[in-house]
């Protein structure tokens, strides 16, 4: 004679309690031996024991206390903002130095115990905490590039014979337009250099693409580099691919490569540096007069600094493919600044000139400086007195400047500077 239903139902609530806690193998094992006592379906029987946990009432979990409270909330947020909003993964290791730098300068004020946890603080805890402010920031860019054909035989397509990208001083460079969405007339580019070594970025603007302000641009690129400019890469466009630049690089005993004609990813140090260094700081409007150019230079003398000595990067240094599954493994993130100083190529002089820089840096001043010329483009744009050219649909969003959720964080924890 089978059990009734009565007896099913209290059978099914004892064995739920062990099916809650079970392995997966010996959950299989619990389901057989229910239909064995009730005549169950094994779906039935699954079903019966999920109704069961549910008619349970939930135990209440045990809150654990705040470690990180709105006093080490606070300070975080603010360091972050200064930084331009980097991932945990790059704050985290950088943290002790960016409060070390604005304690220097009087940007922040915490006391020693809210200091120890701030540096405690993991990369997963950074992300969690700033989620939200991360999301109101999320935007999306775009880039492109135009391609040239002379000097190609002469020079050669990069290959690892001729560089070594483990030293510093050789180098990608690409360019970014500033059009506006059409590529009509003249207007200013933005010249983007990154050491493959150390992640060392350098920017100029230039009035046009001409050769001869590309050239000009680079050969103040180089008074500027830390190190000797040793190698230079590009794209097939013009602007680089011409005689001035290969007689120069010649005579300067630089070697000069050029990627692969449409294969972008040849240049995939100085291409990802397009969106994070020049377009979240200037956005897409069109800039081709005079005083435009003029605070784009004055821009990048503020950009330069803060990339180079307050944004930590990590490098690729092993990649491996199981299957479908792709495993990356990254280095510990370090500004270009700090790899420059563990290298061993570079000189004990030009290692104390650059600590003696640093410790004069600002990372909230730069960062005010840099949104006070993201002012004026705005402003100069907005009161052009010519016919502009029309952005393309949906652009409106994007050329507002990156920073401008920032300038609110920086302004409240400093008392309205």
Known sequence: MGLSMKEKKAVTKQMAKRYSRASKALKGQILDELCALTSWTRRHARRALGTALKDEPARPRKQRAKIYGKDVL????????????????????????????????????????????????????????????????????????????????????????????NRPGFCEVDLVAHDGGSSFGEFCQTLDLVCIATGWTEMRAIQTKAQRWVLEAIIDVRQSLPFPLLGLDCDNG?????????????????????????RKNDNCFVEQKNWPVVRQQVGYLRYDTAEELEVLRKMYGYLRLYMNFFQPQMKLISKSRNGAKVVKKFDLAQTPYQRVLVSAEISERTKQKLTTLYKDLNPAQLKRDLIDCQDQ?????????????????????????????????????????
Not at 85 to 107: I, Q, T, Y
Not at 239 to 259: A, D, H, Q
Not at 396 to 415: L, N, Q, V
């Open 377 to 417: 483009l705005l402003k100069i744009s907005a009161t052009k007195t010519r016919k502009e050219v029309k952005p393309p649909p949906g652009q409106a969003f994007r050329d507002r400047r990156y920073s401008w959720k920032y300038e609110d964080i920086i302004r409240e924890a400093t008392g309205g500077i």
């Open 74 to 165: 606070e300070p975080m947020r603010f360091v972050w903002a200064a930084l331009g909003g980097p991932a945990g993964k790059r704050l985290a290791p950088f943290m002790g130095e960016a409060v070390e730098a604005l304690e220097r300068h009087g940007e922040l004020k915490i006391s020693d115990d809210v200091k120890i946890r701030l540096l405690k603080v993991s990369a997963a805890t950074i992300d969690r905490a700033l989620a939200q402010e991360r999301r109101r920031l999320r935007i999306k860019g775009r880039q492109g590039t135009k391609p040239g054909s002379i000097l190609k035989r002469q020079i050669p397509i990069r290959t690892f014979a001729d560089w070594n990208e």
């Open 238 to 262: 013009s602007e680089f691919i011409n005689v001035e630049l290969f007689k120069y690089c010649i005579k300067e005993g630089i070697t000069f490569t050029r990627s692969r004609p449409y």
